[in-house]
């Protein structure tokens, strides 16, 4: 059975940093993207950042580029969202996903993790 478990969540100021990972259990054949995602309270899910496993490329959303980064590692069992700069409406709950063919909408992927809190103080 497939898991994905997010970590590194937590209670930082403005401007401080954090590092987001997400562990993938199991095994899941013919991974195309993997990507990070966000919720706060009372708007829509918004992707952030998404990796292309077959090339590297990333594409981010205009409200993170630049201050965030999207990475894997080599045996790609294990997704980075490195976030700096933080800002107070970056305040919310980071999911992680893994698509094996769309990687637009939360909906088009096929494994998703439960979250990690992510609360930025000013």
């Known amino acids: 059975q497939v898991q994905l478990v997010e970590s590194g969540g937590g209670s930082v100021q403005a401007g401080g940093s954090l590092r987001l990972s997400c562990a993938v259990f199991?095994?899941?054949?013919?991974?195309?993207?993997m990507g990070w995602f966000r919720q706060a309270p009372g708007k829509e899910r918004e992707r952030i950042a998404t990796i292309y496993t077959d090339d590297s490329r990333t594409v981010y959303a205009d409200s993170v580029k630049g201050r965030f980064t999207i990475s894997q590692d080599n045996s790609k069992n294990t997704l980075f969202l490195d976030m700096n700069s933080l800002k107070p409406g970056d305040t919310a709950m980071y999911y992680c996903a893994v698509g094996i063919s769309g990687c637009r909408t939360w909906e088009e992927y096929n494994y998703r993790g439960q979250g990690t809190q992510v609360t930025i103080s000013s």
């Open positions: 199991g095994y899941i054949p013919g991974v195309y993207c």
